[in-house]
């Protein structure tokens, strides 16, 4: 069984390939954008996915049976946000 990670601010899936190609499983993503959505839709279609990180919570579990226990790793990428945040405040 390979270990399991969560991807929070998921983007296009970078961060998610990386853990795949490592041997991680993806369990969940969460992602804002509509267009960034499609791509992981595309890419990942059996995966669970949100579009507000609130909504992401352990009551899940009854809904995606695949979630299972909580995967071993929460991958998080916040350099759009970062950068969104810094370019607001300008």
């Known amino acids: 069984m390979n270990p ?3 991807s929070l601010f998921a983007g296009v899936g970078g961060f998610d390939l ?3 190609a490592a041997g991680y499983d993806c369990k969940f993503q969460v992602e804002w954008d509509k267009h960034c959505q499609q ?3 595309y890419h990942w ?8 990180v609130s909504e992401a919570t352990g009551s899940h579990a009854k809904t995606y049976p695949s979630l299972g226990n909580a995967p071993a ?5 916040l350099t759009c ?6 370019s607001s405040q300008k």
């Not at 279609?45 to 507000?52: A, E, I, L, Q, Y």
């Not at 790793?73 to 990428?77: F, K, Y």
């Open 4 to 6: 399991t990670f969560g």
């Open 18 to 20: 990386g853990f795949e």
């Open 39 to 41: 791509v992981l839709g």
């Open 45 to 52: 279609p059996d995966v669970p996915r949100w579009g507000d």
């Open 73 to 77: 790793l929460t991958a998080t990428d």
């Open 81 to 86: 946000s970062l950068k969104q945040s810094e």
